[in-house]
T-cell receptor, first 114, second 112 residues
């Protein structure tokens, strides 16, 4: 079945450690996104990528990094510079075609910093 | 600065009645609006969308209304069902871009 796979679903990290969240899609979508959800703050955009080898910062990119070496993959690294990394992270993708506007989301990854 | 706002954090509605969820935006550069439904610890699922050139879009029990002059959109669910209980997010896309901004969400509870 086609879809977006995020892994791991749950992740614990010690302060000062970098951690990478995986996002893979087999929908043949061109654009991919990372959002963060915190209670009462909705979904906030971290990074997005329209095509391979290109990505743009969202509203809260500080302390995060991404890469887009393959169309199917858009990993997110939460670095030690991110001051409050505990959150629910959501990856999404979108088909780059006419008259298609919706994002498709993965199931999310919950990161807890101990 | 929150450019997409959902001012009601929660809403309770009786089963069978209408649910109306509201969303306000401040940026005139949005050209496409969407509504998503989300359960805890899951990814949001797409419900319905509307282009800025329209003022209404309907899909089954769900209707989205867009009032561009007021920079306001709403989602109507009729009739409401207990399975509709979830958090609803509105989202907006910047015109000519792939950038989507989400609101803070409204928790809907449909009472049986």
């Amino acid at each position: 079945d086609g879809g977006i796979t995020q892994s791991p679903k749950y992740l614990f990290r010690k302060e000062g450690q970098n951690v990478t969240l995986s996002c893979e899609q087999n929908l043949n979508h061109d654009a991919m996104y990372w959002y963060r959800q915190d209670p009462g703050q909705g979904l906030r955009l971290i990074y997005y990528s329209q095509i391979v080898n290109d990505f743009q910062k969202g509203d809260i990119a500080e302390g995060y990094s991404v890469s887009r070496e393959k169309k199917e993959s858009f990993p997110l690294t939460v670095t030690s510079a991110q001051k409050n990394p505990t959150a629910f992270y959501l990856c999404a993708s979108k088909y780059q075609g006419p008259n298609t506007g919706e994002l498709f989301f993965g199931e999310g990854s919950r990161l807890t910093v101990l | 600065d929150q450019q997409v706002k959902q001012n009601s954090p929660s809403l309770s509605v009786q089963e069978g009645r209408i649910s109306i969820l509201n969303c306000d935006y401040t940026n005139s550069m949005f050209d496409y609006f969407l509504w998503y439904k989300k359960y805890p610890a899951e990814g949001p699922t797409f419900l319905i969308s509307i282009s800025s050139i329209k003022d209404k879009n309907e899909d089954g029990r769900f209707t989205v209304f867009l009032n561009k002059s007021a920079k306001h959109l709403s989602l109507h669910i009729v009739p409401s069902q207990p399975g509709d209980s979830a958090v609803y997010f509105c989202a907006a896309r910047y015109s000519g871009t792939y950038k989507y901004i989400f609101g803070t969400g409204t928790r809907l509870k449909v009472l049986a």
